[in-house]
């Protein structure tokens, strides 16, 4: 017995070394893209060794890296560079960019990147090495490919590979994973990948290459439903307001124009809770210039946040247009040249000055 499986152990590790001295680009690209889904997620979310997230990412490098058996062996290392490149050039961007919001970046962000010129010294002082500790990776490849190519490696393989044998089983393989992963998902993980909104959850349940992608997908879909949905759209945006101005005419109640003549300010305070308010610590108020405003105006507590992927520039959106968020991607990028009505227009009309201020610091 002790022999037989000393004998089924021998033939295991002769398969396996079998294998690997005739993949050695394809191994070598599969630990490298391991090991950058898992360090990014070590040096973000904290859950450096969860099996589901890993098993996702394996699955996704599986798939894509079959693909280059359908290449000659000389062609291979290119096709694998070029997506081990990608994820690196995406977990550097998410690293640093996680260090500052502890959030994940977003396509939709890239029409901004115009004002990094205004924290460049800023961002340079908190660089640090491990946030370029990713592109250890594409350097590795180039160096083993280097010596594979003096070795004569790709002529041998050439020779034994059967290219399309090997997509097929690796392919295989890479499906289970991925099959394995599904029928652990819930519907809210589910959800909250189509929303798109915690982003640290979808990295932490589903790993950086599903987050990225499917962030990409989000930030493609208004401009395609721009070029191809719009008639649609505006027909039940149209539609729409034609029935609302069929409904019968709000009733006037005692609000009605009491503030007529005076003068209107938002004080918009980013990520402030209500509980704040009236809140004291040591008989000291926390926010005593917002108490005494809630005492002399109006306070409505009951609503809920509305923002999505744009977070602060949809909460600034809504509050001047009571217009929702797009869905997708962010309506100051997405939707930036529409004409809306907003307050400060309408205050405009009545014969109102408007201006905004802001306390941008550093």
Known sequence: MKTKILNVIKQIKQIIYNYISTNWSFVAFFVLLSLETILIRNFTVGNTWDHKPFLIDVSLILIAGSLSYLLKPKNQFRYLLFWLII???MCTINSI????YLSFTSFSLLATLGQVNDVTDSLVEKFTFFDFIYVLAPITFIILHFRLKKA????????LEKGKKVFSKTLLIGGICGAISLVSLTTQDYSRLAKQWNREYIVERFGIIVYQSNDLIQSLTPKLSSLFGYDKAAKLFRDFYQEQSQLPATKKNKY???MENMNVVFVHMESVQSFLIGKKINGQALVPTVNQLINEGLFFSNFYPQPSVGTSSDTEFTLLTSLMPALSGTVFVSYYDRDYVSIPKLLKEKGYYTFSIIAFFF
């Open 87 to 89: 994820v690196t050039v």
């Open 97 to 100: 960019y996680y260090k500052f």
């Open 152 to 159: 004569k490696y790709y002529q041998m393989v050439a020779k």
């Open 256 to 258: 009605t124009g009491i």
